[in-house]
């Protein structure tokens, strides 16, 4: 966190999926961790538009991380759910090495499980702006119940 602002929304975010127990926090976020003359390992991006275009094209799988209330209002069809409330106990049964895209509804739950996704080999780029940006851009979408307006 480079602020007291991001470190406490940081907390708060990641106690609602479950992370409570914080050992600690980099204060001064990525910059400084880069001034220590440590390295940072990139997470690759990818727009929505880019991963349905690859969607079509069937070379990505998709891993859709939200809660299964989220999940059953509408999904990217062909993902896979897996929330990442359930991190703490497994990462998802998953092939580690196929090529994988990973949303939440707006991009911070996804960045998660990415990072721990990324930690454990797997093959991960981060869906920006989540399935929020999915529905903006008006792309196809599967849904398990129906929704009332």
């Known amino acids: 966190a480079e602020t007291t602002e991001q470190l406490d929304e940081a907390r708060l975010r990641l106690a609602r999926v479950g992370i409570e127990n914080l050992a600690g926090y980099l204060d001064g976020g990525p910059a400084a961790w880069q ?16 991963l349905n275009s690859r969607l079509r094209a069937n070379g990505l799988q998709v891993l859709d991380v939200r809660r299964e ?9 062909g993902a896979d759910w897996y929330p990442l409330d359930r991190f703490k106990a497994a990462l998802p049964p998953i092939e580690p090495k196929q090529p994988l895209a990973v949303h939440c509804k707006s991009g911070y739950r996804s960045v998660i499980a990415c990072s721990l996704l990324q930690r454990a080999g797997y093959n991960v780029t981060n869906v920006i702006g989540g399935f929020d940006a999915w529905l903006e851009a008006q792309l196809p979408r599967e849904s398990d119940t129906a929704v009332s307006a």
């Open 35 to 50: 001034r220590a003359r440590f390295t940072l390992q990139p997470l690759p991006q990818i727009t929505v538009q880019e």
């Open 69 to 77: 209330s989220e999940w059953e209002g509408g999904h990217i069809s």
